[in-house]
């Protein structure tokens, strides 16, 4: 299939596909002529990279799941768990900052309305 149909069933733009390509993030399609011809594996390949970038994951952090994926044709499932574990842990640090940051925002303004009421 052509790169507008993959961007069609991605909702990943074509400048995203070739960006993708040029990053090696995922492989170069063959060729039909002068136009990139993709596969369903490519399809779905794509489709995994723009839901985990939804969750937060960065291209490079993509990179070797998705290398070995296409490698083994296969999702490197410990690799995967570790790095979605590895995610958990930073996000929930992230919310335990954030927390703390609203409990002295709250604090403070307590302590403002004391001081200057």
Known sequence: MLIGQVAELTGATRKAIR???MIELIP????SGTYRTYTEH?????NMIRRAQTLGFSLNELKEIVSKKITDQKLPIPLVSAHIDNKVIELEKKSEALQSKIKKLNQFKIDL???FS
């Open 19 to 21: 960006h993708y390509e």
């Open 28 to 31: 170069s399609p063959k060729r």
């Open 42 to 46: 490519d399809v779905m390949v794509i």
């Open 113 to 115: 309305i004391k001081e």
